[in-house]
């Protein structure tokens, strides 16, 4: 049983920066992906950055790019999300995701393995 555990959520004022821990267990990732989305308020939750395990390609939602980044660290199981030059709008509560794919995918939909979430709130 895939198992995702998010970490390193908070409070943070605007321009600051916070790291996203997502702990992955359960199998071997190396044909995964991992996406991050988030979801605010009376909002759909949306795609962020995704990475694939084997390569490394990554893939970013316009609005972070230059801002965030992601990465994983093969040996810890863990994928990571830097955010950078962070803004009131990027309070949600942010989710890792996995899902079979050697490409990365943006789809909610497509995404079989879901964490519980952290929440990051950016003060103004």
């Known amino acids: 049983q895939v198992q995702l555990v998010e970490s390193g959520g908070g409070l943070v004022q605007a321009g600051g920066s916070l790291r996203l821990s997502c702990a992955a267990s359960g199998r071997t990732f190396s044909s995964y992906c991992v996406g991050w989305f988030r979801q605010a308020p009376g909002k759909e939750r949306g795609f962020v950055a995704g990475?694939?395990?084997?390569?490394?390609?990554?893939y970013y939602a316009d609005f972070v790019k230059g801002r965030f980044t992601i990465s994983r660290d093969n040996a810890k199981n863990t994928v990571y999300l830097q955010m950078n030059s962070l803004k009131p709008e990027d309070t949600a509560i942010y989710y890792c995701a996995a899902v079979l794919s050697r490409v990365v995918r943006t789809s909610r939909q497509s995404y079989d393995y879901w964490g519980q979430g952290t929440q990051v709130t950016v003060s103004s």
């Open positions: 990475i694939t395990w084997s390569a490394g390609s990554t």
